[in-house]
């Protein structure tokens, strides 16, 4: 029980993270070159603008381009399961051996 609480709270680390870290390397590299670069909090403005979107799908577009969104997040998921980030053993530790 105890793995499956860690899994979802690394997954969940990570999802959160991510973007901070992004973020932050972003305004890091603009005060390197002398800019003042945006704010640390800007990818979570942008991954909310994202979000609030409508998706345009074209009527000629297969089944691939509606399904590689869900495959590209569930293997972002397993990946986030399989590094270490809260836990010293991953819930996935077997699997990715």
Request: aromatic content about 6%; glycine content about 8%; overall charge positive.
């Amino acid at each position: 029980m105890e793995a499956i609480l860690g899994g979802f709270l690394q997954v969940a680390l990570a999802a959160a993270g991510a973007p901070l870290v992004v973020g932050a390397l972003r305004t890091v590299k603009a005060r390197l070159v002398g800019r003042r670069g945006p704010s640390v909090l800007q990818p979570y403005a942008d991954l909310k603008k994202l979000f609030g979107k409508e998706p345009v799908i074209s009527a000629t577009t297969s089944w691939i381009f509606r399904a590689t969104p869900w495959i590209l997040a569930a293997t972002s998921l397993v990946a986030a399961m399989l590094v270490p980030l809260v836990l010293t053993r991953p819930a996935l530790a077997p699997a990715g051996n």
